[in-house]
């Protein structure tokens, strides 16, 4: 399988703050990426995806790609309280549809 | 609610006996996958299969583990003679289809494995 890799964390940020989480990926040849957020003992849920270099936002979640780095970024404005959770950044391979994932990024954000 | 279905949500076992855990895909999905995750670690892939053939299983352990998607019914993952360091979260996923970019997965609640 391929490396995905991310900080560990944790990683604190005060409330309304920007969050910034850092993925970097070692398969020149995948093809979407994704972002997964998990609670404590609760399954993964799918927040974001990007699939073309630059941007992309939602609400207050904007996920950053660059294929030439092999990096994907998310960063995450006017953080409450509710967004602490482990964030898993995902990367689907140019062949297949098997998701690897990288082990995951503990945010904390403090009231 | 037409989300991805596992049960049990526990299931507590003794070393050397079997574990059976259940998936129904999202409905209109055809493709399920298995991830297992241990405390304070990423999910790791297993096996992705669609009905009734294995796509890939490379991340499925040699022994004890087994996995199938019949035509009619769940999918399964079917760990016989269960040791302590089974003991582990597993989540099934699903997809609609195959195929590049695009595609996104949708996990279930899981299973908690405990092997006593």
């Known amino acids: 399988q391929k490396e995905v890799e991310q900080n560990s964390g944790p990683l604190s940020v005060p409330e309304g703050a920007i969050a910034s989480l850092n993925c970097t990926y070692s398969?020149?040849?995948?093809?979407?990426f994704f972002w997964y957020r998990q609670y404590s003992g609760k399954s993964p849920e799918l927040i974001m995806f990007?699939?073309?270099?630059g941007d992309k936002e939602d609400g207050r979640f904007t996920a950053q790609l660059n294929k030439a780095s092999q990096y994907v970024s998310l960063l995450i404005r006017d953080s409450q309280p509710s967004d602490s959770a482990t964030y898993l950044c995902a990367v689907m391979q140019n062949a297949g549809n098997m998701l690897t994932f990288g082990g995951g990024t503990r945010l904390m954000v403090k009231p | 609610n037409a989300g991805v279905m596992q049960n049990p949500r526990h299931l507590v076992r003794r070393r050397g006996q079997e574990a059976r855990l259940r998936c129904s895909p999202m409905k209109g999905h055809s493709h399920v996958y298995w991830y297992r995750q241990l405390p304070e670690e990423g999910l790791k892939f297993m096996v992705y299969?669609?009905?009734?053939?294995?796509?890939?299983e490379s991340g499925m352990p040699k022994e004890r583990f087994s996995a199938e998607f019949p035509k009619e019914g769940p999918s399964i993952l079917r760990i016989q003679q269960v040791v302590r360091g089974d003991s582990a979260a597993y989540f099934c996923?699903?997809?609609?289809?195959?195929?590049?970019?695009?595609?996104?997965?949708?996990f279930g609640s899981g299973t908690q494995l405990s092997v006593l």
């Open positions: 299969l669609q009905k009734e053939n294995i796509i890939d």
């Open positions: 990007i699939y073309s270099n």
């Open positions: 996923a699903s997809s609609q289809r195959t195929g590049g970019a695009g595609e996104k997965l949708f």
């Open positions: 398969d020149r040849g995948s093809q979407s």
